[in-house]
């Protein structure tokens, strides 16, 4: 049956895999089972860091098209609610406060490449492929984010063209950082958490949350989160550590 699994991956990591053969597409239920696991997660003080991937040598193919053409018959209010329903997914990956990691394996297309773009850091296999699909069914996708993650003219280069791209030509325009053979992708990607997992907590979410500003947001909000992050436990425990040659023993405080 199709579903969206939820797996610990160390102490204060998790991985959220889609799971809908063949392209792990997320339809209605699967995206309230995703936002379940993300309710779950943040409702853990313990957890830092985030894995989403997908099973079975494909990322995601984004929205259930056979649910798409459904709703069509069912009215405006019926598509418009479809449609906020995975906006809904997406924002609530972008706000999370700890660290989201895509590992994408095989096909990332349409809403799926815009679940990569949600995520904070993305890294790919070998055989990704990525393609913003909007145009090759009569739809938009990825307009907003795309830009935003490879710069305006290779992302209309994919936007218009509804183009596959493959992981190479991903990673050297930036929209992902890395590429791994197919079989340590998942390897890769719990390093990448385990590692994000023993920085700083708080140092971390606040960096998260000012990243994504626009500038002249980004410099106020900057300021005061080194306010508080200047007095906090963790910071005294970093200057402690650096004191004593040793590594810091961060909490969440």
Do not use: Y
């Not at 906006?87 to 406060?97: D, K, Q, T």
């Not at 290779?154 to 190479?168: I, N």
């Not at 606040?206 to 007095?231: D, F, H, N, W």
């Amino acid at each position: 049956m199709p579903d969206v699994h939820l797996t610990r991956i160390g102490a204060h990591a998790a991985r959220i895999e889609i799971d809908n053969p063949p392209a792990n597409a997320l339809g209605s239920a699967l995206r309230r089972r995703f936002l379940e696991h993300l309710d779950a997660l943040d409702a853990d003080p313990g957890l830092r860091a985030v894995v989403v991937t997908g099973r079975g040598g494909a990322f995601c193919s984004g929205d259930d098209l056979k649910e798409q053409e459904a709703v069509q018959t069912q009215g405006a209010a019926a598509r418009k609610a479809l449609l906020g329903e995975f906006a809904s997914l997406l924002a609530r990956i972008e706000a999370f406060r700890a660290p989201v990691i895509a590992a994408i394996g095989g096909w990332c297309m349409g809403g799926g490449l815009e679940l990569a773009l949600a995520c904070d850091i993305r890294i790919a296999s070998t055989e990704a492929k990525l393609v913003c699909a909007g145009v090759n069914i009569g739809l938009m996708a990825s307009a907003w984010r795309l830009p935003r993650a490879i710069g305006m003219a290779r992302a209309k280069h994919m936007l218009l063209t509804g183009l596959p791209q493959d992981a190479a030509t991903a990673e050297r325009h930036g929209l992902v950082t890395a590429v791994h053979e197919p079989d340590t992708l998942q390897e890769a990607a719990t390093r990448l958490a385990e590692r994000i997992a023993t920085r700083a907590p708080l140092s971390v979410e606040a960096t998260k949350r000012v990243a994504s500003l626009p500038p002249a947001e980004g410099a106020a909000a900057a300021a005061a989160e080194m306010e508080a992050l200047v007095r906090s436990a963790d910071h005294a425990e970093a200057l402690a550590a650096f004191r004593e040659k040793r590594e810091p023993r961060f909490g969440r405080k």
